[in-house]
């Protein structure tokens, strides 16, 4: 199912429901109310509850509580409780990160970095969006940039699970993009830590659905591509990516994973910063990116 948290324009009424023959199904009017109204609820009832998101998809006839995607307004999928970035998860991305040339970006120690296991930060979960939306420049940052990752959307409860059972408490994936300041992080990263480069309003675009795992044939095999302003910029697959979604969340289970946290995969190369002469994302900037099979993330830059 491809799981969608939206707005109605007619009412001003936020649901959730499933994207369906281009159609957004309402399936909390559907079900005569019977059905949670927040997506992090939907997860956290469990299988159960997605079965009957199942059936009364199925049994809709589309003209009841249906909505084309002009009559909605997307937000984020499930409002995760935390979400975990996944630092340098594609080795041609670190790769990149070592030929950066501004005098801010140097002396990071990028060669030393290391594969022990996987590393990261937290960025705040307020700063989502759903795809569609508007982000405003910070005004303390001179240099906008995008990355193109996969969010991996927990399911259920995890402590401490192994890599071979870690896929079992996955509820699935969406679209993840990573907008960051780039002066503002390599400032933050130069004294050891990372926050405000990563999250001020608006710097977590998500959507534009929460895919569930059956409708997906090899989540470690999807085509990425991101583009702005009509121009391919990012072009990768999660088949690159130096740990696997089952190593990810197996590894971030040793802390508690509850259902709706984010977990993404890291960005592959192809960003801003990386160019010999950085041209910074400005207003009116249209960034669409595409990951087989989970959609298209829209973002307008203002």
Not at 52 to 62: C, S
Not at 203 to 218: A, I, Q
Request: net charge negative; with cysteine.
């Amino acid at each position: 199912m491809k799981l969608a948290t939206f707005t109605i324009n007619a009412t001003g009424a936020q649901t959730v429901g499933v994207f369906k023959d281009d159609k957004y199904l309402d399936l909390v009017a559907l079900s005569g109310g019977n059905l949670p109204g927040s997506m992090p609820a939907v997860l956290a009832a469990g299988e159960t509850m997605l079965n009957e998101f199942r059936n009364i998809a199925d049994a809709a006839d589309g003209s009841e509580h249906a909505f084309s995607a002009e009559e909605v307004e997307l937000q984020v999928p499930v409002r995760p409780g935390k979400i975990i970035h996944t630092s340098c998860n594609f080795d041609a991305h670190l790769d990149e990160l070592t030929t950066w040339e501004a005098p801010e970006w140097q002396d990071h120690g990028w060669d030393d970095f290391h594969f022990d296991h996987p590393t990261g930060f937290l960025e705040a979960p307020s700063c989502g969006v759903g795809s569609g939306a508007t982000i405003e420049i910070p005004r303390f940052t001179k240099q906008l940039d995008y990355e193109i990752e996969v969010a991996i959307v927990i399911g259920k409860t995890a402590k401490d699970v192994t890599v071979e059972d870690a896929m079992d408490y996955v509820a699935g994936l969406m679209i993840f993009n990573d907008v960051s300041a780039r002066d503002i992080q390599a400032r933050e990263h130069a004294n050891k830590v990372i926050l405000m480069g990563k999250s001020f309003d608006g710097s977590c675009p998500l959507g534009p659905w929460l895919v569930t795992l059956d409708e997906l044939e090899d989540p470690n095999n999807l085509d990425m591509n991101l583009y702005l302003n009509g121009e391919l910029r990012q072009e990768s697959s999660t088949a690159k990516t130096h740990y696997k979604m089952a190593e990810l969340v197996s590894w971030w289970s040793n802390m508690t994973l509850e259902p709706g946290d984010v977990i993404t995969t890291g960005s592959p190369p192809g960003v801003i910063s990386g160019m010999k002469n950085p041209q910074w994302m400005k207003s009116g900037d249209l960034i669409e990116a595409h990951v087989e099979g989970l959609g298209c993330l829209v973002t307008h830059i203002k």
